[in-house]
């Protein structure tokens, strides 16, 4: 049985390149039975940016219900906070922090890039890392799915794994990072990557109105309708490739290439593809975001069954410090 771990900030609801990027993918992992996969949302992390209780914990949930929505079985895996299980992540982080060398720190490329970048560099953002790591050994998980820009985070993990594991004992499995190249960056309404940060996203969990308003934000350029089109230089068209079936492919190339045929046909149909691929993911989305009790309890079982392993590793990890 391998673990898997990710942990997803809650910086905002997940959009379609956080959906198609991260968490189908990772569902999937979930899903052969050779694994148990352990999915929490790290609002910990996410206050080294989110200042706002109340935002916080309205992100927490919209990013709990999408992977929901998207089906993680939360039966036959682990759904947490971190926030639920602070105590054993923070303690073991402090413990960390004090075999991880300050270059490794002042070197990582997300500080400095973050340090350079922003107004409130905090000391959460330059232990940022530690805290990662901690999450991770926590749970002694072998693979850790994540995005490239993860990469460097990951090293140190295993770096401050191995580290601990010469100076006091074998506690801890050396986590190995899982990043999959294959995945593509999915464009956004401008043609750039799909980002919250550059506010091009299209989210599939608003009302049809809503929805539809973004995707008529798609950038295309001014061929006349009945032009025929190159649909290998549309943002509409690479969208929709993304979702549809090869014979729908086949045919909305056809209608861009014939002619008569306009964006805002295409944009409709996109619609209309977001519509019928997600239906049952909105419907889930909708209901936990409406029904928080049933959101808590899912978390909440979640966060029991983590604690047993939080808590059995700790148990470990304090006998080798010689605390207990
Ligand atoms: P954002 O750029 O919107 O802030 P995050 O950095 O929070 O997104 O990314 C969360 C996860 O979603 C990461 O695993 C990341 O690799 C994936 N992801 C984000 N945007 C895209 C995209 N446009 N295409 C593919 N994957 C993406
Ligand atoms: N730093 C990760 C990100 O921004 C989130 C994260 C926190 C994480 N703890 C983790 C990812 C542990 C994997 C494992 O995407």
Request: glycine share 4%; hydrophobic share 40%; with cysteine.
């Amino acid at each position: 049985m391998a673990r898997i771990l990710t942990g997803i900030q809650a910086s905002g609801k997940p959009h379609l390149g956080n959906i198609l990027g991260a968490i189908l993918p990772a569902v999937k992992l979930s899903q052969d039975p050779k694994n148990e996969s352990f999915l929490f949302i790290a609002d910990l992390h996410s206050m080294t940016s989110v200042k706002d209780p109340d935002v916080l914990k309205e992100n927490t949930k919209a990013v709990a219900a999408a992977w929901l929505a998207c089906g993680f079985d939360t039966d036959k895996n682990y759904f947490y906070r971190q926030s639920k299980l602070a105590s054993y992540h923070t303690e073991l982080m402090w413990y960390l922090n004090c075999l991880t060398p300050f270059p490794m720190l002042a070197n990582a490329h997300s500080f400095k890039d973050k340090s350079d970048k922003l107004s409130d560099v905090n000391a959460g953002l330059f232990t940022y890392p530690v805290l990662q790591a901690a999450d991770i050994l926590l749970y002694q998980a072998n693979f850790v799915p994540v995005g490239k820009d993860q990469k460097q985070h990951l090293e140190m993990s295993k770096d401050i794994a191995a580290v601990f594991n010469r100076t006091y004992k074998e506690v801890f499995v050396l986590p190995e990072s899982r990043i999959d190249e294959s995945v593509m960056t999915i464009p956004g309404t401008d043609g750039q990557k799909m980002s919250k940060s550059y506010n091009n996203y299209i989210d599939i969990f608003e009302p049809e109105k809503a929805l539809y308003k973004s995707i008529k934000r798609i950038v295309t350029d001014t061929t006349p309708l009945e032009e025929p089109k190159n649909p290998d230089h549309c943002n509409v068209f690479a969208l929709y490739s993304l979702l549809a079936s090869n014979e729908e492919v086949d045919q909305m190339r056809l209608n861009y290439e014939g002619g008569n045929y306009g964006y805002g046909h295409a944009k409709k149909a996109l619609l209309d593809l977001i519509l019928a691929r997600f239906w049952k993911e909105r419907e889930v989305f909708n209901y936990y975001m409406e029904n928080e009790e049933a959101l808590e309890t899912k978390l909440a079982e979640g966060e029991k069954k983590a604690e047993v392993i939080a808590k059995s590793t700790m148990s470990a990890v304090r006998k080798a410090l010689g605390f207990d």
